[in-house]
């Protein structure tokens, strides 16, 4: 049974579900279940307790609009210049820089003992530099870590992994073993990563693969007898990591579809009303790319979601924010959605479009329409639409642009 300060949580076994099929994903970042073709949930209520505190929640100093930066790309001199000097002309207020990526590495030297021990970092940058440049134009910087998705420190250290009923690392479709969410071992792990990051100047922590595997063979991992529901361990990570790191803003990413998907449809760990209220921000990652042909989201289907950017996004989050309305017996979490700066192209012909200015600018639009002021961009491979992200002139007759440019909406803490 799993403890965490010294609350005994539940030993009841969760049903199962059928193994879901995957969609790939062409930079190997991210492998999404479907079939999605689920029934749009209606009022959620069926919604497990809380069994840890309810905290305060902190907020940003400034209206986050980011782009997500691997270690590589800032590890570039010519790279880091350049983004710092595009947020200088963009709406850009922030980066998401990695901290320790979904292969288990932390991009710098760490003083960690256990990353040092498990040979768990690589030096693709220098996190002073890249923090003290960014900090000079004004930037915030948030330092993403991926947690249970590790098979650097889950091949080192077998006891906090995932494993087969035969004993062996259970690794999912690409070949990658995870650390077990049950552990509080791995807990420790991901949060003192996280611990050190803040001493080297990063202004908030995301958790990312904060979760259990969604593809491979699932049905073959062993949990040991009554571990208790998946969603507490996931919300007695971040409820620990807020323990911890008390002072702290932080952030995790949840799958889109938990935001039009009643309960925990894909056996993740994942409620989107009590990750809500473990973290001070949310952000679901509302790639239109990663709905199925034919999902519904707000009575409507959707036969290529790729092609309708907008429509996708807005009901998306307008679901998400009614769903978290209606929970009053917390504080919830801000909403900060991931968004698609990338073509998806291993659709297929006529269920794609290529994603470029207006594409983007139509996902801005969405969001702020839904009552969100605040997102972040992702390109695994940082190829992004830079003049997405300049400031819009007026047409005539019309205001100028809705997003907040002043300088003020850059000062840092």
């Known amino acids: ?35 999605w073709l689920l029934p749009e949930p209606g009022s959620v209520t069926d919604i497990p307790g809380n069994p840890f505190p309810c905290l305060p929640k902190k907020a940003s100093p400034i209206a986050v609009r980011a782009l997500y930066l691997t270690g590589w790309t800032v590890g570039i001199p010519s790279q880091l210049k350049h983004y710092a000097e595009l947020a200088d002309k963009t709406v850009l207020t922030a980066y998401v820089v990695d901290i320790k990526d979904m292969d288990g590495h932390v991009g710098y030297k760490s003083a960690v003992p256990k990353v040092v021990e498990y040979g768990a970092f690589e030096k693709r940058y220098d996190p002073l530099t890249v923090i003290e440049t960014f900090h000079a134009h004004n930037l915030r910087v948030i330092g993403r870590v991926a947690c249970f998705r590790d098979p650097v420190a889950s091949a080192k250290e077998p006891d906090m992994a995932l494993k087969t009923k035969n004993g062996k690392l259970w690794t999912d479709v690409k070949k990658s073993s995870w650390l077990n969410p049950y552990n509080e071992k791995a807990w420790e792990y991901l949060v003192d990563i996280a611990k050190e990051a803040l001493t080297l100047g990063f202004d908030e922590i995301q958790f990312d693969y904060v979760r259990f595997p969604s593809d491979g063979p699932v049905h073959t991992i062993d949990y040991g007898k009554d571990p208790g529901p998946k969603h507490e361990a996931v919300n007695g990570f971040l409820s620990y990591a807020r323990e911890q790191m008390p002072d702290v803003v932080i952030s995790a990413d949840v799958f889109g579809i938990m935001c039009v998907s009643a309960g925990d449809t894909e056996d993740i760990g994942q409620y989107l009303e009590l990750v809500a209220q473990n973290v001070d921000y949310l952000s679901p990652m509302v790639y239109p790319s990663h709905y199925a042909k034919g999902q519904v989201i707000q009575s409507k289907k959707y036969a290529s979601p790729d092609k309708s950017p907008y429509a996708v996004v807005k009901g998306t989050l307008d679901t998400a924010q009614e769903r978290i309305k209606a929970v009053r017996w917390c504080e919830t979490a801000r909403m900060r959605p991931y968004l698609q700066d990338f073509t998806a192209s291993w659709l297929g012909s006529g269920h794609y479009m290529n994603y470029g200015v207006d594409e983007v600018r139509a996902q801005i639009k969405a969001a702020k329409d839904a009552g969100y002021a605040e997102w972040i961009f992702w390109n695994a491979q940082n190829r992004y639409t830079e003049a997405a992200y300049l400031p819009e002139k007026a047409k005539p007759g019309e205001k100028t642009a809705e997003i907040d440019t002043s300088s003020a909406s850059r000062e840092t803490e």
């Not at 076994?13 to 190997?28: F, H, M, Q, R, S």
């Open 1 to 35: 049974m799993l403890l965490f300060a010294g609350i005994a949580l539940s030993a009841l076994a969760e049903d199962t579900v059928p193994l879901p099929k995957t969609i790939p994903d062409p930079w190997g970042m991210l492998v999404l279940p479907a079939p």
